[in-house]
């Protein structure tokens, strides 16, 4: 590889305070990032909250006003050119041709980063059977289904292995299937040694692909760390029961805490008893005590904390060592981060 | 998904991460092959260049031969070469709205995170139309010499006319392309496009001598390039004096260019 790349990098990603101001808008307000090679890290956040810009000031689409990024040791800033020769970026809406075929748009991508012309039609044939769109390969990709278009997005971005790849919102707008096969794709680059930086507004996409995160909130960083520290944060799954009788909502939590299962609070509006859960034992202790107790259950299911949740728990700890009287502070204990994330989707 | 193994991928690499020329022309060149496959897809795209020379020669020809010129076929001398200058405004208009609708989806910020020239994105859109503008000056001729269009000096200045209109064109391409870059939508791009455009063409020298005009709308059409290339084109053709508007004709072109052209690249490269 290039000479002038610092040789043993161990973050393939690295930022060090960048800002990027829109007017009064701070879509990037300091942020601090560091993902080692061959890991992924998740970048959580709200609409809004600058995940979108951070891949954009990386993929030197964006200059950044203030501070400053490397990506596998080149300086976005002073070396794009080469940097650009080390990504792969994936957006949220696919960027490819629609009017190509999926064929067509591997090897025009092959050709721009320089394969012969045998290389790239190799090169396209095979990144065709492995997502699975040789049947496709010769049909407009404005036919194909959103998740196909997603996979040949994902296909486009591996011509050139990528050491470094961004997937902004990876699955958003994708149905379960679809999710779920971009995630196999997604571990298999992994697998293959690629670093990948991932955005989403998923808390279970993160914690299906990611060993790391970070937690961003109005372009600042408010979290980060392993998938189990932020769970040690949150807390894990919550149990959410629906009973047959609504009314009897007050005397069911009454029952589990006499059974020993804490923590259970009723929601009459919503009709729902939800349970924090500490261990699969729990569950059944659960059951139990609501079988004792002769209340009928109409649904159960397991919850991982939404992003809402993960909100309210980092914010709400935070709280105590932020300035209080700073109100743009996004620790602002007085505001429920259910309605802070709405305003940002608005 | 299958468990296909990947082959390596050999990919010359640069420290400096400078694109050579060679490498440029292949970016150019694949570009281009996109957007020749983007008209193949949508062949309607080439209708401007295909039925415009023929609508507007018919159109012309028979509303205003009589009355301007007295005879069609006196018209046919007049108006034809006037209309090969014409001919790339026309074409040049949809490249604009065309570049504009491309940034609407996420094609453009793949090839601007990719390790090619971004000017590359923008000559392969100039080589196209380039293309569709020789298109529609064949036609155009062809459509003429049915008419019974008389090339009275020789092939070589018929296509002398060719290429000058040509090189116009492509300074009107760029300038489409920084119209396409700068504005919002792609129907504010043909908004503008039009409001530029019908002033230039009829307050020219394209379709009617100068002579009869008032005086200020004289005054505009003597400045007005679109005059110089149609007089130019017409002398190439009936023969007359030349050399004063096809070098007017000529820096305007540059000029155009030089000015348009890096602005063009500029705004491709910040636009978001």
């Given at each position: 590889?290039?000479?002038?790349?610092?040789?043993?990098?161990?973050?393939?990603?690295?930022?060090?305070?960048?800002?990027?101001?829109?007017?009064?808008?701070?879509?990037?307000?300091?942020?601090?990032?560091?993902?080692?090679?061959?890991?992924?890290?998740?970048?959580?956040?709200?609409?809004?909250?600058?995940k979108?810009?951070?891949?954009?000031?990386?993929?030197?689409?964006?200059r950044?006003?203030?501070?400053?990024?490397?990506?596998?040791?080149?300086?976005?800033?002073?070396?794009?050119?080469?940097?650009?020769?080390?990504?792969?970026?994936?957006?949220?809406?696919?960027?490819?041709?629609?009017?190509?075929?999926?064929?067509?748009?591997?090897?025009?991508i092959?050709?721009?980063?320089?394969?012969?012309?045998?290389?790239?039609?190799?090169?396209?044939?095979?990144?065709?059977?492995?997502?699975?769109?040789?049947?496709?390969?010769?049909?407009?990709?404005?036919?194909?289904?959103?998740?196909?278009?997603?996979?040949?997005?994902?296909?486009?971005?591996?011509?050139?292995?990528?050491?470094?790849?961004?997937?902004?919102?990876?699955?958003?707008?994708?149905?379960?299937?679809?999710?779920?096969?971009?995630?196999?794709e997604?571990?298999?680059?992994?697998?293959?040694?690629?670093?990948?930086?991932?955005?989403t507004?998923?808390?279970?996409?993160?914690?299906?692909?990611?060993?790391?995160?970070?937690v961003?909130?109005?372009?600042?960083?408010?979290a980060?760390?392993?998938?189990?520290?932020?769970?040690?944060?949150?807390?894990?799954?919550?149990?959410?029961?629906?009973?047959?009788?609504?009314?009897?909502?007050?005397?069911?939590?009454?029952?589990?805490?006499?059974?020993?299962?804490?923590?259970?609070?009723?929601?009459?509006?919503?009709?729902?008893?939800?349970?924090?859960?500490?261990?699969?034992?729990?569950?059944?202790?659960?059951?139990r005590?609501?079988?004792?107790?002769?209340?009928?259950?109409?649904?159960?299911?397991?919850?991982?904390?939404?992003?809402?949740?993960?909100?309210?728990?980092?914010?709400?700890?935070?709280?105590?060592?932020?300035?209080?009287?700073?109100?743009?502070?996004?620790?602002?204990?007085?505001?429920?981060?259910?309605?802070?994330?709405?305003?940002?989707?608005? | 998904?299958?468990?296909?193994?990947?082959?390596?991928?050999?990919?010359?690499?640069?420290?400096?991460?400078?694109?050579?020329?060679?490498?440029?022309?292949?970016?150019?060149?694949?570009?281009?092959?996109?957007?020749?496959?983007?008209?193949?897809?949508?062949?309607?795209?080439?209708?401007?260049?295909?039925?415009?020379?023929?609508?507007?020669?018919l159109?012309?020809?028979?509303?205003?031969?009589?009355?301007?010129?007295?005879?069609?076929?006196?018209?046919?001398?007049?108006?034809?070469?006037?209309?090969?200058?014409?001919?790339?405004?026309n074409?040049?208009?949809?490249?604009?709205?065309?570049?504009?609708?491309?940034?609407?989806?996420?094609?453009?910020?793949?090839?601007r995170?990719?390790?090619?020239?971004?000017?590359?994105?923008?000559?392969?859109?100039?080589?196209?139309?380039?293309?569709?503008?020789?298109?529609?000056?064949?036609?155009?001729?062809?459509?003429?010499?049915?008419?019974?269009l008389?090339?009275?000096?020789?092939?070589?200045?018929?296509?002398?006319?060719?290429?000058?209109?040509?090189?116009?064109?492509?300074?009107?391409v760029?300038?489409?392309?920084?119209?396409?870059?700068?504005?919002?939508?792609?129907?504010?791009?043909?908004?503008?496009?039009?409001?530029?455009?019908?002033?230039?063409?009829?307050?020219?020298?394209?379709?009617?001598?100068?002579?009869?005009?008032?005086?200020?709308?004289?005054?505009?059409?003597?400045?007005?390039?679109?005059?110089?290339?149609?007089?130019?084109?017409?002398?190439?053709?009936?023969?007359?004096?030349?050399?004063?508007?096809?070098?007017?004709?000529?820096?305007?072109?540059?000029?155009?260019?030089?000015?348009?052209?890096?602005?063009?690249?500029?705004?491709?490269?910040?636009?978001?």
């Open positions: 590889m290039a000479m002038n790349r610092i040789a043993d990098t161990t973050n393939a990603v690295e930022v060090h305070g960048v800002v990027k101001h829109y007017g009064e808008t701070k879509a990037l307000d300091g942020v601090d990032l560091a993902v080692p090679q061959g890991t992924v890290m998740g970048v959580l956040g709200p609409n809004g909250a600058g979108t810009t951070l891949v954009r000031v990386l993929s030197t689409l964006i950044p006003d203030a501070g400053s990024a490397f990506v596998a040791g080149y300086d976005v800033l002073r070396q794009p050119r080469q940097l650009r020769r080390v990504i792969g970026l994936t957006g949220q809406y696919a960027s490819v041709d629609e009017a190509l075929s999926g064929r067509e748009n591997l090897y025009m092959g050709r721009l980063l320089d394969l012969s012309r045998r290389a790239a039609r190799l090169r396209a044939d095979e990144l065709l059977e492995r997502f699975s769109l040789t049947e496709a390969a010769g049909r407009a990709a404005k036919g194909y289904s959103g998740g196909m278009r997603r996979r040949l997005d994902l296909a486009a971005s591996m011509i050139g292995a990528p050491r470094v790849l961004y997937l902004d919102e990876p699955t958003t707008g994708l149905d379960p299937r679809t999710r779920n096969e971009v995630w196999d997604v571990q298999r680059m992994v697998g293959d040694g690629t670093t990948v930086l991932l955005t507004q998923y808390m279970e996409e993160a914690e299906n692909l990611a060993e790391s995160v970070t961003i909130d109005r372009g600042r960083v408010i980060g760390g392993s998938i189990a520290e932020l769970k040690a944060k949150v807390g894990g799954r919550t149990l959410h029961v629906r009973p047959v009788v609504v009314a009897e909502l007050p005397s069911m939590a009454q029952a589990l805490d006499e059974y020993g299962v804490h923590g259970a609070t009723a929601d009459q509006a919503a009709g729902l008893l939800s349970v924090p859960i500490a261990d699969d034992g729990q569950l059944t202790s659960v059951v005590a609501l079988g004792a107790g002769g209340f009928g259950i109409a649904h159960m299911d397991t919850h991982l904390p939404s992003l809402d949740e993960v909100f309210l728990a980092v914010t709400g700890q935070r709280a105590g060592g932020t300035d209080p009287t700073d109100p743009t502070d996004p620790a602002d204990p007085t505001d429920p981060a259910g309605t802070k994330i709405e305003e940002f989707a608005a | 998904m299958s468990a296909i193994t990947l082959s390596p991928v050999e990919r010359p690499d640069d420290a400096e991460g400078r694109i050579g020329l060679r490498a440029n022309l292949r970016h150019i060149g694949a570009l281009a092959r996109r957007n020749l496959m983007q008209i193949k897809a949508d062949p309607e795209s080439m209708f401007d260049a295909l039925l415009m020379p023929i609508i507007f020669t159109l012309f020809v028979y509303v205003f031969g009589g009355a301007v010129s007295g005879s069609q076929h006196e018209y046919i001398q007049y108006m034809i070469p006037g209309l090969m200058a014409m001919m790339g405004m074409i040049a208009m949809s490249v604009g709205s065309g570049i504009n609708s491309d940034f609407k989806t996420g094609v453009m910020d793949r090839f995170t990719m390790p090619i020239a971004r000017s590359s994105v923008l000559v392969a859109k100039v080589v196209v139309e380039m293309g569709r503008m020789m298109v529609a000056t064949t036609i155009l001729l062809a459509m003429a010499f049915v008419l019974g008389d090339v009275r000096t020789t092939p070589l200045h018929l296509l002398a006319a060719v290429a000058l209109a040509l090189a116009f064109g492509a300074s009107l760029w300038t489409s392309m920084l119209l396409g870059l700068a504005v919002n939508s792609p129907q504010a791009v043909q908004g503008i496009g039009m409001l530029v455009l019908m002033p230039l063409q009829f307050g020219s020298s394209i379709f009617a001598p100068t002579s009869t005009m008032p005086g200020w709308l004289e005054s505009f059409t003597k400045i007005n390039p679109l005059s110089n290339l149609a007089d130019a084109c017409r002398n190439l053709v009936n023969g007359g004096p030349v050399a004063h508007s096809v070098w007017i004709t000529l820096a305007w072109s540059i000029g155009i260019t030089a000015v348009t052209a890096p602005l063009a690249v500029m705004r491709f490269r910040k636009k978001t």
